[in-house]
């Protein structure tokens, strides 16, 4: 029989970058244009790693994009729980 394989977008321990349009990663779109632009004038080396300077730069950016997300779903969800506190406070002293 035929064995199934199992694609990731792991290689090795680093990860693909997910989909670079411009209106998804709007603070990153200088460094992805300069990335695709790489990719235009090199259409062969960079396979051979004549853009991966633009590529640390992307995935750097896309990092810290990430983390701004991060920290602000942390403090959205700090706030919401601080008003669900607040409202079965007022829901015990009620009885």
Do not use: W
């Not at 693909?16 to 349009?21: D, E, G, I, K, R």
């Not at 004038?41 to 950016?61: H, I, L």
Request: aromatic fraction near 8%.
């Amino acid at each position: 029989p035929f064995s199934t394989f199992s694609f990731s977008t792991t290689v090795g321990a680093r990860q693909m970058h997910p989909l670079l349009s411009h209106h998804l990663h709007p603070t990153c779109m200088h460094v992805i244009q300069a990335l695709e632009q790489c990719h235009k004038d090199n259409p062969t080396a960079r396979y051979f790693g004549a853009c991966n300077e633009f590529k640390r730069a992307v995935n750097d950016c896309l990092a810290q994009e990430k983390r701004q997300k991060q920290l602000k779903g942390q403090a959205d969800a700090k706030r919401r729980a601080q008003k669900l506190s607040e409202r079965m406070e007022d829901f015990n002293k009620a009885d």
